[in-house]
């Protein structure tokens, strides 16, 4: 029996897209063996990769000067093909928004190739809030202006697009296709599959044509977005089982109604258990409310020792993977597309349940 | 109806394992969701990713002295992790031997970071044949010694391990698995899992450890061996899906005699096609006999202009993905582990029948 699933990542999938991955497994498309077992060069599977391209680009409305790759690495690879791909174009500098452990990641990253300005940091508040625009340290020379628009660990999302004067590169791992972007105003935007697209195993990206020329001269082939470019993100044999199920995922998608869609639904899955904790005297989000992740909600119990009564009960009511990530502790809630409203009902019945017997 | 499936890569899988998958795609050990849907980092997770890296060990009896990595980027991100890891610690030079389409990736990827001497070729004679080891050039002060004991794309295969002055690194893509090595006699093996470990997005690497601390100042974390083996192949998220399915596949290696019934397995079912080749008026093999690949058998047709013919009836007759490489032509039959003796019987019946109505 499938139960409700709040994973941070690798994190639910929908499950008619895993109901047709299991019927077709071991017969794809009648032809003998699985999707697995073919060459990505085939004519069958050029049409999954071709295919998923553009239901991509449909959902994003991702404009025709923008490729779109399909890589492997996740988006700890980017961290690296980032700068590797950006600083050969002139300036040697980056502006990166520090909030929280996967900014930092990126940031840790890039300072080992160039000069990396921290424009923002909320490390004084433990990253629970995102740092105004108007007090940002922006460069006038940097190469580009990394940010985070949604940190998986602290729960923080900025509910804006920046405004900034280099190209904006973007790591959307866990906020991608849950509503639309300007694409147009981003360089580069990136997204590891594991949370809203796919299995683990395959990461997105999205590139503006004009900043392909800027790499430094030793970059690795496999880090390399002019290359993957060009040979159709199959300069090697791509991550084919991963690419058709994201594929899958955006067809799921688009049946759904798209990115505006999901927008609205995740407005209400996440308002839905930000009320309730707000209203709670005995759970409550650690989080800014301008800041609010939409897709991965923190919270804490009035009292930690019930931690792991709460863990223990909700997992017995059907309720998988609520544990914090294990630097912060607590627990969280990760809402991406997959997961449906009524798995957050679900869990806002058990929590004001839980509250009502030990609150 | 599965059909037999002689794909060079990615290629065909053991049907239990992959009725196994399809069997619980949903509900993994009855937890209520696939094991693409929990972090890497759970127990069920933890569990699946240490027993695959036992059952490796088992299989290919590695010292302990060895790590067993799961990397993601394919052998192709090797070409470049291989230089990158390993022309730190002093010589800033390395040995490879040139024998086709692969050995020249690597060849190519490696003189972008230091210089690479030519130990042997066989391009002279378009890349059919091993170069004899007393005809090698080898370096005093190389760093290490590269070497491709299988060439997937031209099916010539080294008969023997070479013994080399420096730390042997060698890509077993399409070999691994399929006869015991000895494991202490090598610096670094590697292999992209897509052939004869597991669905494609996942390759395995085994160090020696004292390796490990000779990487360029510059690499990328994505490509340092000593960052994945530190965090056990989980500096980031891993591909998940793709290594539960590559540990399934170690089960059915070690419930089918392990690899010295694959190396049996592999000496009959080539021997049946190289024999029926070689009395063959019509087909041939453009591969010298000392150096013939017991995973990839190209062949040819005498006339070529039947070529299309041949497919055409082979591909209804059952028989998957006989086409050549694109770069080279004419046909292939790869024989990995999955690939049983009857598909190669039915195969050579198919040929002489095809032989006798067009030869």
Chains 1, 2 share one sequence.
């Not at 639910?12 to 299991?22: K, M």
């Not at 923008?66 to 600083?87: D, E, M």
């Not at 502006?95 to 909320?122: L, P």
């Not at 900034?164 to 972007?181: E, F, G, T």
Request: charged share 20%; net charge negative; with cysteine.
């Amino acid at each position: 029996m499938r139960k409700f699933n709040f994973c941070a990542g690798p994190a639910a999938l929908p499950e008619p897209v895993l109901r047709q991955a299991q019927e077709e497994l071991l017969d794809w498309q009648g032809l003998g063996c699985s999707v697995m077992e073919v060459s990505h060069r085939s004519p069958e599977f050029t049409q999954v990769a071709e295919t998923a391209e553009q239901d991509l680009r449909d959902l994003l409305a991702i404009p025709a000067n923008y490729k779109v790759l399909f890589l492997q690495g996740g988006a700890t690879g980017q961290f690296s093909a980032i700068p590797w791909n950006l600083l050969g174009g002139g300036s040697k500098s980056a502006d990166y928004i520090h909030t929280g452990q996967w900014a930092d990641k990126a940031i840790k990253e890039a300072s080992r190739y160039g000069q990396v300005n921290i424009v923002a940091s909320s490390e004084d508040r433990n990253f629970s809030y995102t740092p105004a625009a108007d007090s940002w340290q922006e460069s006038d020379d940097a190469a580009y202006f990394h940010y985070t628009p949604n940190e998986t660990i602290g729960g923080v999302e900025f509910p804006y697009i920046p405004e900034v004067k280099s190209p904006l590169v973007a790591d959307m791992s866990s906020c991608i296709l849950s509503q639309s972007i300007p694409v147009e105003k981003f360089g580069f935007i990136y997204a590891g599959a594991q949370k809203n697209i796919g299995p683990s195993g395959i990461a997105v990206g999205i590139v503006r044509d004009d900043l392909l020329d800027r790499a430094l001269p030793g970059i690795p082939r496999s880090l390399n977005w002019k290359i993957a470019a060009a040979g159709g993100s199959m300069d090697n044999t791509p991550p084919t089982f991963a690419w058709y199920l994201s594929g899958l995922v955006f067809k799921w998608l688009k049946a759904q109604g798209g990115v505006a869609a999901m927008a609205e639904l995740s407005e209400k899955k996440s308002a839905l258990l930000y009320d309730f904790l707000d209203r709670s005297d005995f759970f409550s989000s650690p989080v800014a409310k301008d800041s609010r992740s939409r897709m991965n909600v923190p919270f804490v119990l009035a009292d930690e020792k019930l931690d792991k009564l709460f863990l223990q009960e909700s997992e017995a009511a059907g309720l998988l993977n609520l544990k914090g990530h294990r630097s912060v502790g607590g627990m969280r809630a990760s809402l991406y597309n997959a997961v449906p409203l009524e798995a957050v009902e679900a869990l806002v019945a058990f929590m004001a349940d839980f509250e009502q017997r030990n609150g």
